[in-house]
């Protein structure tokens, strides 16, 4: 069992915390070939500056490298090139210091099944030189909703309750950042609620969070800023508003009071199609047309609107299109 890691003393959020709490420089991994199987190039020269108090997404489809990225953080991948810090700490120069000031939910779920939650929460403790005085075991099961459940063996939890262990075992040390990889995978949808909102308290409360999900709506929902990677290689990354304004693009669906039987004559040089006898969809760029355009011509048309309703361009257009490209 390796020596307690440091604790950085700097680690809460207040006092000289750096800007940046993750800083990642032109990183690479490839991954040594064996007999069966050729080298993989995973990370092609991954730079991502995370900001502190931020709730960062890490998108891409299967194999992106995502996990790749946040193992070698972890300390559980080693790295080919490049550089990273943690909380201003070289995961090179001090790779102790640098493991303490960062708690990791993995995306495999490992967890000693003959312990209980309280058993596995104070043996991390341990791990990590949290002295008794200051371990937060009970909050921790609290907060993620586990208290009912301290006691019994980790083989008699759902997958769901397992992650959330995992969450609180990352959390032991009250690193300043923690990244969670797929944190939500097969947690039903009450319970993903749940995490989110304990997530935000996190980071509420200080803790830089990064997570990769393969749900866009989840990085919609709790991410402020997002990077998506495809073949190793970041090809996005910028505030979640900016890349959903990033799709000029938008639907504008209007329910007529009589019947048609074409597109009107004048939304015929828009992408427009009848769904149905009153209802006409028009799909826009708002950078080209504002809706009153679109609703003056329907007057002009003579056609009544009984009712209007938006469709917004999602996540899930942004990444389709960004990461649509085969590899390079
Ligand atoms: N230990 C390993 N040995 C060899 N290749 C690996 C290893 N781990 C990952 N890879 C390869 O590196 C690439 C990136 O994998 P990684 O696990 O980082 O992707 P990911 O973005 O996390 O994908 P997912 O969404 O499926 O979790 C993949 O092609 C994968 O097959
Ligand atoms: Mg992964």
Redesign the pocket.
Known sequence: MPDSLNRPADTKATGNAPAAAVEIKDLRKT?RGTPKSPP?E?LKGISLTIPRGSIYGLL?P???????TINILAGLVNKTSGKASIWGIDIDEQPRSARAAIGVVP?ELNLDPFFTPREILDLQAGLYGVPKSERQTDALLEAVGLKDKANAYARTLSGGMRRRLMVAKAMVHAPPVLVLDEPTAGVDVELRQSLWAHVRELNKAGTTIVLTT?YLEEAQELCDTIAIVNHGQVVACESTEKLLGRIDSKEMVVTLDADLTEVPEAFRGFDAKLDGPRRLAIHYKPSQTRVADLLGAMAAAGLAVKDLSMVESDLEDVFLEMTRAPAA
Request: charged share 15%; aromatic share 8%; net charge positive.
């Open positions: 991954y993989k995973a891409g299967n194999g992106a490298g995502k996990s790749t995306q393969h």
